[in-house]
């Protein structure tokens, strides 16, 4: 059901209503069922984003700027530069790095959040037409999957044969609960409920991933 | 070289029952403590039995084979109890160990069974293929297996239980449970927990115990079933949810039919005063919540 207090939850969640119009749908979050069950769900999902640890940017840009702080100074002429040089300060490099980390933990609560989308998109990309899997397309998870499987795999000659087969059995078991809830998703794509699950299950196949990962490393 | 090992651990470890005297002793050594310090146990494998008493003192019996040396240190705040081979790898070690009751008790290994019986302290146990059965321990209780069954009895303060594949057992337990596993089932019974944290993927949790007014339960899974006995006369606020799963009990539940709980939707329903809170969710698996005990019937699922 939809009614005209629905689509201000979010806004509600984020303190952004007027004084009045918080008291109002106060009152009307006392009688309606599906709004308070509509905000709970959203504060659970703001609680689970803010719940996500601060993630280091990928790339360490401080070797290479200590690398040029180190380094005799060089001077080029700008007109004879065969190549173009991009180099930053010290500062420059800081607010860099500062910056990836605000984009990154960012991007991880707008797709966990649902944030609103903005009119000067950053990358094109093919128009929507519905609503988005929150977790469909996470790069950076995707890419911490690829490494601890790939440490798994480098590593499979330090554990016991019937050990990788328990792990992989396992991480297959978690693999379809991510499919079977990705299809109903894609029939489905704004229920809650199959974020949050498919949310649950992607942070269990990492956990299971990284507790392996030990495993080798301890080897 | 590694695979050797793990292939002689191995062979070593199973050949032979772990309780099951092997050979004479070849350690057998007691050292005093002081009160606030700590026993850590390496153990690659075999097994360690802790048993417990009222002297400040941990006495540890050993067995393994001839080429492997037990050391013992202690440093005052530590003892810690580890093998190395003298040619090659270590091999198996059986330890039978007797420590304080009030020791925090630390073991890790990987093809290692433990057991810890007694503790009245803080209890850490993890290996990889083995089982791990801890009777007693207040505190943090941490006990965790990747292919061994866990088994937790008497614990008290926060358990934390853990098994990739294969089945979990708290009994008995009180304080905050947290229990996860994938494909194992996970069974709660005799309990008197004031928060439940329990979640699998493919096993079936079964809870079975008191329901604290003010106490938070969930109870979570892809595809196993969610079986709860609870008292009759519990203070609680269900939340159920369920995808394409079922729901049945004999409580008297009002508003939670096949119709309300469409496709993931949440449905809130209390008993009594609704101070407990009780999240059951689960995919595509069964909920069951009955008076008294979760199994209908011996020998039906």
């Given at each position: 059901m939809t009614d005209t207090w629905n689509d201000r939850l979010s806004e509600y969640l984020d303190g952004e209503l007027t004084p009045g119009e918080r008291v109002a749908l106060d009152a009307h979050l006392a009688t309606c069922r599906d709004c308070a069950a509509t905000l709970a769900d959203l504060r659970a999902v703001v609680d689970r984003a803010a719940a996500l640890l601060p993630r280091t940017p990928e790339t360490d840009l401080w070797p290479g700027v200590a690398e040029r702080i180190d380094a005799p100074p060089t001077v080029v002429p700008f007109l004879t530069r065969s190549r173009r040089r991009i180099s930053f300060t010290l500062p420059q490099a800081v607010a860099a790095g500062l910056a990836l980390m605000v984009v990154s933990g960012g991007g991880v609560w707008v797709l966990n959040h649902g944030g609103r989308t903005t009119e000067a998109p950053l990358v094109e990309a093919a128009p929507q037409t519905g609503v988005l899997p929150?977790?469909?397309?996470d790069p950076r998870y995707d890419e911490a999957i690829a490494d601890l499987q790939q440490t798994l795999q480098d590593g499979r000659a330090q554990l016991d044969p019937q050990t990788v087969m328990i792990l992989e059995a396992n991480l297959d078991a978690i693999d379809k609960a991510i499919d079977q809830c990705r299809q109903a998703l894609a029939a489905d794509p704004a229920n809650l409920y199959l974020h949050n699950h498919l949310a649950e299950a992607r942070q269990r196949k990492l956990a299971l991933l990284r507790r392996a990962a030990e495993m080798v490393n301890k080897g | 070289m590694l695979t050797a090992g793990i292939a002689l651990a191995l062979t070593l470890a199973q050949a032979q029952p772990p309780s099951s005297p092997r050979e004479a002793p070849k350690t057998d050594e007691t050292v005093p403590v002081q009160r606030g310090a700590r026993l850590t146990i390496n153990n690659f494998a075999g097994e360690v039995v802790i048993h417990t008493w009222d002297k400040d003192q941990v006495h540890v019996l050993a067995r393994h084979q001839p080429r492997t040396q037990v050391t013992i240190r202690n440093n005052g705040t530590v003892v810690l109890v580890s093998a190395s081979g003298t040619h090659g790898p270590q091999g198996s070690v059986d330890y039978d160990i007797t420590a304080p009751a009030w020791m925090p008790i630390r073991t890790e290994g990987t093809y290692n069974f433990v057991t810890v019986d007694g503790a009245q302290a803080e209890v850490f146990a993890n290996t990889i293929r083995g089982d791990v059965i801890i009777k007693g321990g207040t505190g943090s209780v941490t006990a965790k297996s990747v292919e061994g069954e866990v088994d937790v009895d008497g614990a008290r303060g926060k358990v934390n239980v853990n098994s990739v594949n294969e089945k979990i057992r708290v009994t008995n337990s009180s304080g905050e449970i947290t229990a996860e596993s994938v494909n194992g089932t996970i069974t709660m019974t005799g309990m008197d927990a004031v928060s439940v944290d329990a979640s699998s993927v493919n096993g079936t949790i079964t809870y079975e115990g008191r329901i604290a007014d003010s106490g938070h339960y969930s109870f979570e899974t892809h595809n196993g079933d969610l079986l709860l006995g609870l008292p009759e006369n519990l203070n609680a606020t269900f939340t159920i949810r369920t995808y394409q799963g079922s729901f049945s009990t004999?409580?008297?539940?009002?508003?939670?039919?096949r119709n309300e709980l469409q496709r993931g939707r949440r449905v809130t329903t209390t008993l009594g005063n609704g101070s407990a809170e009780i999240s059951l969710e689960t995919f595509g698996g069964r909920i069951r919540l009955r008076r008294g005990t979760a199994q209908p019937q011996r020998g039906k699922s």
């Open positions: 929150v977790s469909f397309a | 004999d409580l008297p539940l009002q508003g939670v039919g």
